[in-house]
């Protein structure tokens, strides 16, 4: 069963990640001599998937808070997969960046910034990124209907036992075994009487 917790704690990371890699992405598809429509392609691709981590971290707060209710579909190696991929353009694509930034102003006159992956490389990126983000989409929309079930199912239950507390202590008014100085306190009672029955929804 994955822990919600150190999936919140790896989707944070791998947030952080596909920042710097769309920035630096984005710089080769505005400033690269080769293969601008391609990298273009591909930011557009890291900053989708960026949408769908950051609808994954509202999730992990969701399964976080249910604890072990239930088994997320959301595995570690779906995000481990996406890390690597990002990893490995961040390495390469800031390496290239530093060493023509690192060159003397004639150099990069003649020396355009390149895109250090070749069409076929970029074409695979493009590719694992896209069927990475694709496992999550299916993986986050299977467990955002799960935790809509648990507190549909949850609200339901409370409801129960709000109802039965509410008849038993009317019966009770009633026959006298029971006496409030007033209605609110009998409120009271009730929400007290619901509040300890959460360790029932579990």
Not at 97 to 121: C, H, M, R
Request: aromatic content about 6%; glycine content about 4%.
């Amino acid at each position: 069963m994955a822990d919600p917790l150190s999936i919140a704690a790896s989707i944070a990371g791998i947030l952080s990640l596909a920042d710097t890699v769309y920035r630096l992405v984005f710089k080769y598809s505005r400033s690269a001599a080769n293969a601008k429509d391609e990298v273009k392609l591909l930011a557009d691709e890291i900053r989708a998937s960026a949408a769908v981590l950051q609808g994954l971290r509202l999730v992990a707060s969701g399964l976080e808070a249910e604890g072990q209710a239930f088994d997320p579909a959301l595995r570690p190696d779906h995000l481990g997969m996406m890390n690597n991929t990002l990893h490995r353009l961040e390495q390469r694509t800031s390496k290239a960046l530093k060493k023509f930034q690192g060159a003397s102003k004639t150099q990069q006159v003649f020396q355009q910034l390149k895109w250090p992956f070749s069409a076929e490389e970029t074409k695979i990126l493009l590719e694992d990124l896209h069927r990475q983000t694709s496992s999550i989409s299916i993986a986050l929309a299977a467990d955002s209907l799960e935790i809509s079930r648990s507190s549909h199912f949850h609200r339901r239950k409370q409801r129960c036992v709000r109802l039965y507390a509410a008849a038993e202590i009317q019966k009770r008014m009633d026959n006298r075994s029971l006496r409030l100085s007033s209605m609110d306190l009998k409120d009271e009672i009730i929400e007290k009487l619901v509040d300890g029955a959460k360790g029932m929804f579990r």
